[in-house]
């Protein structure tokens, strides 16, 4: 049976079949939280849709290997961040380091911008080849 975890889903849950976890019960960079819930090299899939641009580049290395570490060999990660390459002003602002401004807007805790390159540097870093 495949183990699906979506990670960062906080109260959306359109991923039937799927574990839909949050940050206080699955955090990208404490181990422990995922030795609570899975043995290593025991997920097939993990999603992560908006979260990778709340961490720092480094940060993001570090997630990626304790993501790594629980994937099984033929597992994979589906990462989805904002564009840096998106060619819009008002879409950049958007999403933009820091956000645009409003402390309670979703993009105020973004640390970085990703583009192509920049993702696939930092996963393919320490882990993923």
Known sequence: METKVVVGAEGYNNNPGWLHTNEKELHLLKRETWLNKFQPNSLSVILAEHVWEHLSYEEGIEAAKVCYEFLEDSGYIRCA?????????????????????????????????????????????????
């Not at 961040?81 to 380091?97: H, K, L, M, T």
């Not at 402390?103 to 990703?114: F, M, N, Q, T």
């Open 81 to 129: 961040v904002p564009d840096a390459f998106f060619q819009n002003e008002e879409y950049q602002r958007g999403v933009q380091v820091g956000g645009p401004g409003p402390l309670d807007h979703p993009a105020a805790s973004h640390k970085i911008v990703h583009n192509y390159k920049t993702i696939i540097s930092m996963f393919e870093a320490q882990v993923f080849k």
